[in-house]
């Protein structure tokens, strides 16, 4: 599979490569030069037998004719074999439609992003020259550093540099950022996860200083993050036909908007997918374009859903790209913006409710599900589940008024020490620190 630019001003390069450079030259993000011809039916089999059986026939065709087409179904195995249970969602009073929680968090870092971060780090790792050691540079706004962190922690042809916005992630993220030492180092940034952004995308899209620090990243602007994350989609939406009929419709929480692109390009491939629904924050630039149809990238606001603060969603990009011949506002995808106050609400009548304790995230997806079925809609309906409550306990504890305990990863990454380096909002601040790594 040839990979191009979102942007056109690139060369196409294979997937393995695309994988590595993580952003194209020209700054744009790469995209499959096409989508194949997936046949959800002869995958349907696999779906019983587990997400990583699922993940290797729906990712085959990517990796076809590549250095990883064989070892595909053995990554694989290494990296999805997580639990991922696919839970009702116990009715309410009006029992109004079927729905379903995809229960993304049970990876070692608590969150869904687990899933890609491991895929990616097992693809690169078959893919690193002898000797060799590259730097993985990575902004977050809360979740995708840990489970980055995670992956490539112990790895030797790696060494991972974690961005995030100091005093913006939740207090355990925090520490689980400083917590792996090693060949991972975190660097808290005095501003906001857009910031972070940009000194990643300037530091990318400088040509010396990526060959001189040996430069990728395992941000969402990766398609090596994205295609693992249409595995998941296609697994549960197969899993589920039986009681959902033909079309499963979606709600992901969605900040950078790479989670949720990549169920839409799983709907794309063929999979039993209807309506797919962005359940964002008070950061309400994919709302405002899915009203308006302009798009206005802002500065990120800080909510309760703090992994969700991007005010210019990097994978906006890649939509555009899919739809670049179609009216992207009749796509069926739509986009609600969910308020500070609305979080604490859902949080607190879930739990009264149904028994249900859920992170602010997940909550924000609840809450789009309790709109919908307001609105008498009654079709079926998958959330996923992005991120365990306890990890933001210190918003979640006070509202269901018990303590929430760790999973045991989470756990024993609390327990240990914690460390991480100031650093200014400066692209030369970054550069510096990348320049001693080289």
Not at 13 to 32: K, T, W
Not at 218 to 232: D, K, T
Not at 269 to 274: D, E, K, N, S, T
Not at 381 to 390: D, E, K, V
Request: hydrophobic letters at 45%; proline letters at 8%.
């Amino acid at each position: 599979m040839q990979c191009l630019s979102t942007r056109g001003q690139a060369p196409t390069v294979d997937l393995a490569a695309a994988l590595q450079a993580g952003l194209a030259p020209d700054g744009g993000l790469y995209v499959p030069e096409h989508l194949p011809a997936a046949s959800p039916a002869a995958i349907n089999a696999d779906a019983h037998a587990g997400l990583p059986a699922v993940a290797a026939e729906v990712l085959a065709p990517f990796f076809a004719d590549g250095p990883l087409a064989e070892a595909l179904p053995a990554v694989c195995r290494a990296s999805l074999d997580l639990p991922l249970p696919i839970e009702p969602i116990p009715a309410r009073a009006d029992g109004i439609g079927a729905a379903w929680m995809l229960e993304l968090f049970h990876g070692p870092t608590a969150a869904f992003k687990d899933f890609a971060a491991r895929f990616l780090a097992e693809c690169m790792d078959r893919l690193a020259a002898p000797g060799a050691v590259r730097t993985i540079l990575v902004a977050t706004s809360g979740d995708t550093g840990g489970a980055v962190a995670a992956a490539f922690h112990g790895r030797e042809a790696f060494r991972v540099r974690i961005l995030y916005p100091d005093g913006r992630v939740s207090p355990l993220q925090a520490h689980q950022l400083g917590a792996f030492g090693g060949n991972v180092t975190a660097y808290r940034v005095a501003g906001s996860f857009d910031d972070c952004q940009r000194l990643v995308k300037g530091a990318l899209n400088d040509p010396e200083l990526r060959r001189r620090a040996a430069l990728s990243t395992a941000n969402s602007i990766c398609i090596g993050r994205l295609l693992p994350q249409v595995a998941y989609y296609a697994y549960a939406a197969l899993r589920l036909q039986a009681e959902a009929g033909p079309e499963l419709q979606v709600i992901v929480p969605t900040g950078n908007l790479g989670n949720a692109l990549a169920c839409v390009l799983a709907r794309e491939l063929g999979f039993p997918i209807g309506d797919i629904w962005l359940a964002t924050n008070a950061n309400r630039t994919l709302p405002d374009y899915f009203e308006r149809g302009d798009y206005v990238g802002r500065d990120g606001l800080a909510t309760l859903a703090n992994a969700m603060d991007v005010g210019d969603p990097s994978n906006f990009e890649r939509l555009a790209w899919l739809y670049r011949d179609r009216d992207l506002r009749q796509a069926r995808i739509h986009a609600l913006s969910v308020s500070d106050d609305a979080i604490r609400a859902r949080i607190r009548r879930e739990y009264e409710a149904r028994d249900l304790v859920v992170c602010p995230h997940t909550a924000c997806a609840m809450d789009v599900l309790a709109q919908r079925r307001r609105a008498r809609d009654r079709r079926p309906f998958l959330i996923a589940a992005t991120a365990h409550p306890a990890k933001f306990a210190e918003v979640v504890e006070p509202l269901i008024g018990r303590p929430i305990d760790a999973p045991p990863a989470l756990a024993d990454l609390l327990a240990r020490p914690s460390h991480a380096e100031p650093l200014a909002p400066q692209p030369e601040a970054l550069a510096r620190i990348l320049r001693q790594d080289a």
